[in-house]
C-alpha cells in the first residue's frame, strides 16, 4: 500500500503545494534513438484521488493520491488539514493563496505519511 502524492490547491485554483510521495526508481538508464518502438501495456492497477476540504478553511483543497487498497485516507485528509492549520497558517510569513514553503509543514507532512503507510490509519490523538 502506497501514497503517492499530496497537493494543496488555493481557490482559484492554483496549486500551492506539491509533494511526490513514492518515486519509482529505475533500475538502469535507458536511452532511446529515433525512430522508437513503443510497446504500450494495460496495466490493472487503480489509483484513488481523495479530496479534502475543511469548513475552516473555504476554497482550499488538499489532494491525496493513494493506492486503493490503503485505509483511513480521511483520516489523513484531516491530520494534513491539522498540519496545514498548524505550521503553515500559524506562520507569519505566510499570506492565504501563497505557495507553501514552511520546513515544518513539509517535515511534519512526511511524518504523517509514513504513520499513515505503516498503521493505515490515524486514531485519536495521533
Not at 482550499?60 to 484531516?78: E, H, M, N, T, Y
Given at each position: 500500500m502506497a501514497i503517492f502524492s499530496v497537493y494543496v490547491v488555493n481557490?482559484?485554483?492554483?496549486?500551492?503545494?506539491?509533494?511526490?510521495?513514492?518515486?519509482?526508481?529505475?533500475?538502469?538508464?535507458?536511452t532511446f534513438s529515433?525512430?522508437?518502438?513503443?510497446?504500450?501495456?494495460?496495466?490493472?492497477?487503480k489509483v484513488v484521488v481523495s479530496f479534502g476540504q475543511r469548513d475552516g478553511i473555504r476554497g482550499i483543497k488538499f489532494i491525496v493520491l493513494a493506492d486503493p487498497r490503503?485505509?483511513?485516507?480521511?483520516?489523513?485528509?484531516?491530520?494534513?488539514?491539522?498540519?496545514?492549520?498548524?505550521f503553515a497558517l500559524k506562520n507569519p510569513f505566510y499570506s492565504l493563496e501563497m505557495p507553501i514553503r514552511c520546513?515544518?509543514?513539509d517535515q511534519n507532512?512526511?511524518?504523517?505519511?509514513?504513520?499513515?503507510?505503516?498503521?493505515?490509519?490515524?486514531?485519536?490523538?495521533?
Amino acid at each position: 500500500m502506497a501514497i503517492f502524492s499530496v497537493y494543496v490547491v488555493n481557490k482559484a485554483g492554483g496549486l500551492i503545494y506539491q509533494y511526490d510521495n513514492y518515486v519509482p526508481r529505475a533500475e538502469a538508464e535507458k536511452t532511446f534513438s529515433y525512430p522508437l518502438d513503443l510497446v504500450l501495456k494495460i496495466h490493472d492497477e487503480k489509483v484513488v484521488v481523495s479530496f479534502g476540504q475543511r469548513d475552516g478553511i473555504r476554497g482550499i483543497k488538499f489532494i491525496v493520491l493513494a493506492d486503493p487498497r490503503q485505509s483511513g485516507i480521511d483520516a489523513l485528509l484531516r491530520k494534513i488539514y491539522e498540519i496545514y492549520s498548524d505550521f503553515a497558517l500559524k506562520n507569519p510569513f505566510y499570506s492565504l493563496e501563497m505557495p507553501i514553503r514552511c520546513e515544518l509543514f513539509d517535515q511534519n507532512l512526511k511524518g504523517a505519511l509514513e504513520i499513515a503507510e505503516k498503521a493505515g490509519n490515524f486514531g485519536p490523538g495521533s
